[in-house]
């Protein structure tokens, strides 16, 4: 059974930093394209970050320059970097992973980061 599990968000004052975690367990991530996406109330679901199994990265443009996406494959881990923080990034954060030519794609439950002085 597949399962995504995050970690590491929480409560943090503008301008501070969170990283993200993402361990998976049933799939390899180096052979999935895996991603960050978040979810604020009221609010659709939205791309974050994405890594392509071959390492090719791609960001939202309201968090280039400030968050990095990056992974560990020997752990088998994924991490979402994220610096300069600041109260429109509040959301919960969910982990991805998608591997389109075998049809598979897994979400974790999500970890809440709330950006507020």
């Known amino acids: 059974q597949v399962q995504l599990v995050e970690s590491g968000g929480g409560l943090v004052q503008p301008g501070g930093s969170l990283r993200l975690s993402c361990a998976a367990s049933?799939?390899?991530?180096?052979?999935?394209?895996v991603g960050w996406y978040r979810q604020a109330p009221g609010q659709q679901r939205e791309l974050v970050a994405t890594?392509?199994?071959?390492?090719?990265?791609n960001y939202a443009d309201s968090v280039k320059g400030r968050f990095t996406i990056s992974s560990d494959n020997i752990n088998n881990m994924v991490y979402l970097q994220m610096n300069s923080l600041k109260p429109e990034d509040t959301a919960v954060y969910y982990c991805?992973?998608?591997?389109?030519?075998?049809?598979?794609?897994?979400w974790g439950q999500g970890t809440q980061v709330t950006v507020s002085s």
């Open positions: 991805n992973a998608e591997r389109l030519v075998i049809r598979h794609n897994y």
């Open positions: 890594m392509s199994s071959v390492g090719r990265t």
């Open positions: 049933g799939i390899i991530f180096s052979f999935y394209d």
